[in-house]
């Protein structure tokens, strides 16, 4: 079954045509850690934007292999773009984002990223 996400001041939706994740991939980055974000990785065909994206605005930095992607008017982030270790495209969800979801319920799986 799909679920929905969408920024803050909900400018920005879309939704994620698969069952909703029981983990996420919670990051100690520099980026991740500040902004408190919970993943979970769909492939490109999985993930819909419904509207807003007129109002996204990118960031990156490392390498730039990732585009985070965030609402110019509230400036949360409910995704970013990349692709996944076989070069597919994926998304990046940050369940933070899809209020359907139990946060407590998730299993937590933590990445070093702090170390890459």
Do not use: W
């Not at 996400?5 to 879309?14: I, K, P």
């Amino acid at each position: 079954m799909a679920y929905e996400g969408s920024c803050h001041c909900g400018a920005v939706t879309f939704q994620v045509a698969a069952d909703a994740p029981s983990e996420a991939m919670s990051c100690n980055c520099s980026h991740c850690r500040r902004k408190g974000f919970l993943l979970t990785f769909v492939p490109e065909d999985q993930f819909t934007l419904d509207s807003g994206a007129d109002r996204l605005t990118d960031y990156q930095f490392y390498q730039h292999k990732i585009t985070h992607r965030f609402c110019a008017t509230c400036g949360a982030q409910p995704f970013a773009e990349g692709k996944g270790p076989d070069g597919s495209a994926m998304r990046a969800v940050n369940l933070r984002c899809v209020p359907d979801i139990d946060l407590d319920a998730l299993t937590i799986n933590k990445v070093d990223g702090a170390s890459f």
